[in-house]
């Protein structure tokens, strides 16, 4: 099991950027795949991003490709979300999640964080 903490969410006016983070403690981080998904009022939890367990493989969805980039820094046991160009749609509780296989559904994780709100204005 490995805990997760969010931060760096907050109001943005669309068109702006985000970075956010979400640091891992317990067992070792670089045998997770890492991902980001986002909740907003009255929709499914649905899937952002996600990265191989050494970084070198990522996939992203397509409402956010271009956009967003997600990475990893296994020496800091920190996966990233850098968000740009955002939208008023992408507002939204955004969780990371951990798993030790690589998928795109919220069943393929295992360990949670508590989420961080995200919220773009007009």
């Known amino acids: 099991q490995v805990q997760l903490v969010e931060s760096g969410g907050g109001l943005v006016q669309a068109g702006g950027s985000l970075r956010l983070s979400c640091a891992a403690s317990?067992?070792?981080?670089?045998?997770?795949?890492m991902a980001w998904f986002r909740q907003a009022p009255g929709k499914e939890r649905e899937f952002v991003a996600a990265?191989?367990?050494?970084?070198?493989?990522?996939e992203s969805a397509d409402s956010v490709k271009g956009r967003f980039t997600i990475s990893r820094d296994n020496a800091k046991n920190t996966v990233y979300l850098e968000m740009n160009s955002l939208k008023p749609e992408d507002t939204a509780v955004y969780y990371c999640?951990?798993?030790?296989?690589?998928?795109?559904?919220?069943?393929?994780?295992?360990?949670w964080g508590q989420g961080t709100q995200v919220t773009v204005s007009s």
């Open positions: 999640a951990a798993s030790r296989t690589f998928g795109r559904t919220t069943t393929s994780y295992v360990d």
């Open positions: 317990g067992r070792t981080f670089s045998i997770y795949y």
């Open positions: 990265i191989a367990r050494s970084g070198g493989y990522t």
